[in-house]
C-alpha cells in the first residue's frame, strides 16, 4: 500500500522546464503564484508570442472601453496557438463580438445590487448572503457576470465595507451560510482573507462558509501548503471552483485540487454552458468525469447570463435539457450537476430538467427513464400525512420567503405577483359612480345604489327590483364619464 503524504502532491507535476515562450524563465519563478500575477498577458504584443492572433482578436484588444484583459502566463500556455475556435481562448481573449448588443441584454443581469442592503453583500435568499470581496481575479473571463464592477481597481472593497458587511449578517440572525465572491477571494492578501474567516468563524448563526474561485484553474501555483492550511482552521469551509472544459484540468490543478480536498474541503464545480466552447454533452461529460476523480463534486450546469458582452455564448435552454438528457443514466448520480438559469432580475436559480414525470392519478404516476422506458409507481393507500403541528422541527422553522413550499404547508393560499390585487380591485371612478348614481335614480326612482326598492326581498346587487329595466330612459350622454 502507498501512503499518502504531502510529498505526493509537492513535487512539481511535470519537473520540466516551462512552456513556450517562457522556457529561459526558472522553474522556480514559473510555479511561484506572485510571479504569475506580475507577468500577466493583456496586450496585443502579450498575446503575439503565444498565439496567433486573429485581425478580429487585435482590433477588440486596442477597443477603447474594453472589459479588463489579464491573463496568467500559466493559464495562458494553454491556449491552442492556431486556432481561435480553442474553448481556453475564446474564454479570455476578446473579440469583436463582445461589443454586439442583443435583446434584453443588462447590465446586472441578477439584480444584485437591488438585492444589498449594504455595498458588496448580496442577500437574496433567506439564510445565505453573498460577501463580495474584492474586484480583482487571477485572470478575467470574457463572459463575466458581473463585469460592470470586475477588474476595475477603482471599485475595490474596503474596510469599512468589510465592517459593514459584518455587521449586517451578525444582526441577522436567518444567515447562516455565508459566500465569499468577488472578483476571486485568493487573490486578496492572505492576511485579509483570513482575518474575514476569523470574523465570520466568531458569529455564531453562520454554519457554513464558502468560497468561489478560479484561482485553482486559472492560478494553481497559489494553492500552496500554507494557504490550504490557514483554510482548514476555519471549518467547515467548502470551495466552490469554476471550471468549463476539460482541457483546464492539468497535472498543476490536479495537485492543487488534491491539496485541498486532502485538508478537508469540500469542493464543488460550477460551469457556464457556452456556445463553442462546452454546448455538447460529450465534453460535459468528459469534464464531470474529470472532476470526480479529482474529488470535485459537479454543483451547477448554468445557462449563461444576459449580461452585457456574453451575448455570443448564449446557448438555448434547450441546449441544456440535452445535456442533461445525455447525462442522467449515462453516468454515476454524484457526477450530474443541477442545470440552472439564474431567473434575470434577481430571481434565483431556477432548476431545469427533462420531464420524466408523463402523468399521474390519485393512485398512480407514470414515470419514464433515460431509456424512454416507461413504468407506474402505485401510490400508497393507508399514508398518514405528516403532522405539522406536533413536529419540533416545523415548529421550530420561521421563514419568511417561504414561496411555493409555504402554499404546500398550508400558510398561505396565494402568490400574488406584484400590483396584482391593486390591478383586480376594479374600483368605479368617483365620477363614475356619480353618473352610476343618477342612473340608478332615474331607473329605480331614488338614490338606492344597491337598487333595492322595499317592494321585494332582493337586495338588489344583480340589478333586480320588481321593475324592468328601460335602457330609452337613458341619456347615452351621461354614460361618456364610465
Known amino acids: 500500500m502507498i501512503e499518502l503524504t504531502e510529498c505526493n502532491v509537492e513535487e512539481p507535476p511535470d519537473g520540466g522546464e516551462p512552456p513556450s515562450p517562457w522556457e529561459n524563465v526558472p522553474l522556480a519563478q514559473w510555479q511561484d503564484w506572485r510571479w504569475q500575477l506580475t507577468h500577466r498577458l493583456n496586450?496585443?504584443?502579450?498575446?503575439?508570442q503565444v498565439v496567433r492572433l486573429t485581425a478580429e482578436e487585435k482590433a477588440a484588444l486596442m477597443a477603447p472601453d474594453l472589459f479588463r484583459v489579464d491573463v496568467t502566463p500559466y493559464f495562458a500556455s494553454l491556449m491552442d496557438p492556431t486556432n481561435p475556435?480553442?474553448?481556453?481562448?475564446?474564454?479570455i481573449i476578446p473579440t469583436a463580438k463582445e461589443s454586439l448588443s442583443f435583446e434584453s441584454e443588462m447590465v446586472d443581469s441578477l439584480a444584485e445590487d437591488a438585492h444589498s442592503p449594504v455595498p458588496g453583500l448580496v442577500h437574496r435568499y433567506p439564510d445565505r448572503a453573498l460577501m463580495l470581496v474584492t474586484t480583482q481575479c487571477a485572470s478575467y473571463c470574457r463572459f463575466c457576470t458581473r463585469s460592470r464592477l470586475v477588474g476595475d481597481s477603482h471599485m475595490q472593497f474596503s474596510l469599512t465595507d468589510y465592517e459593514r458587511q459584518l455587521a449586517y449578517i451578525e444582526a441577522t440572525p436567518k444567515i447562516r451560510d455565508v459566500l465569499l465572491s468577488g472578483g476571486d477571494p485568493l487573490v486578496l492578501p492572505q492576511r485579509i482573507l483570513e482575518q474575514l474567516l476569523q470574523r465570520l468563524r466568531a458569529i455564531p448563526h453562520v454554519e457554513v462558509i464558502r468560497i468561489g474561485s478560479r484561482v485553482p484553474v486559472f492560478l494553481p501555483q497559489r494553492i500552496t501548503p500554507d494557504l490550504v492550511a490557514m483554510l482548514s482552521k476555519y471549518h467547515p469551509v467548502w470551495m466552490n471552483i469554476?471550471?468549463?472544459?476539460?482541457?483546464?484540468?492539468?497535472?498543476?490543478?490536479?495537485?492543487a485540487l488534491a491539496r485541498l480536498a486532502n485538508a478537508g474541503i469540500p469542493l464543488g464545480s460550477q460551469t457556464v454552458l457556452m456556445a463553442g466552447i462546452n454546448d455538447c454533452p460529450n465534453i460535459i461529460l468528459n469534464l464531470v468525469h474529470k472532476l470526480v476523480k479529482n474529488r470535485v463534486r459537479p454543483y451547477y450546469l448554468y445557462q449563461?447570463?444576459?449580461?452585457?458582452?456574453?451575448?455570443?455564448?448564449?446557448t438555448p435552454v434547450a441546449k441544456g435539457i440535452e445535456i442533461m438528457e445525455s447525462l442522467?443514466?449515462?453516468?454515476?448520480?454524484y457526477a450530474i450537476p443541477t442545470f440552472v438559469v439564474d431567473a434575470p432580475s434577481g430571481g434565483g436559480k431556477i432548476p431545469i430538467l427533462p420531464n420524466y414525470l408523463l402523468s399521474m392519478s390519485d393512485s398512480r404516476v407514470v414515470i419514464r427513464n433515460y431509456e424512454g422506458f416507461i413504468s407506474t409507481y402505485v401510490q400508497p393507500t393507508d399514508y398518514h400525512a405528516h403532522d405539522s403541528s406536533t413536529c419540533t422541527f416545523c415548529q421550530?422553522?420561521?421563514?419568511?420567503?417561504?414561496?411555493?413550499?409555504g402554499l404546500l404547508a398550508g400558510h398561505q393560499l396565494t402568490i400574488a405577483p406584484e400590483r396584482w390585487h391593486i390591478l383586480h380591485q376594479r374600483?368605479?371612478?368617483?365620477?363614475?359612480?356619480?353618473?352610476?348614481?343618477?342612473?340608478f335614480s332615474k331607473l329605480n326612482g331614488h338614490?338606492?345604489?344597491?337598487?333595492?326598492?322595499?317592494?321585494n326581498d332582493h337586495n338588489g346587487h344583480n340589478g333586480h327590483n320588481g321593475i324592468e329595466l328601460q335602457p330609452q330612459t337613458v341619456n347615452p350622454l351621461e354614460l361618456v364619464a364610465l
Do not use: W, Y
Not at 43 to 48: C, H, I, K, L, P
Not at 427 to 438: I, R
Open 43 to 48: 496586450t496585443v504584443a502579450d498575446f503575439e
Open 85 to 91: 475556435a480553442c474553448p481556453i481562448r475564446q474564454q
Open 242 to 255: 469554476h471550471f468549463n472544459h476539460p482541457k483546464e484540468i492539468t497535472p498543476e490543478v490536479s495537485t
Open 304 to 314: 449563461c447570463d444576459m449580461v452585457d458582452g456574453a451575448g455570443h455564448f448564449r
Open 328 to 333: 442522467r443514466g449515462h453516468t454515476s448520480g
Open 396 to 405: 421550530a422553522r420561521s421563514e419568511e420567503q417561504e414561496g411555493v413550499a
Open 427 to 439: 374600483k368605479t371612478p368617483a365620477q363614475g359612480q356619480e353618473v352610476l348614481s343618477k342612473l
Open 447 to 455: 338614490n338606492g345604489h344597491n337598487g333595492h326598492n322595499g317592494h
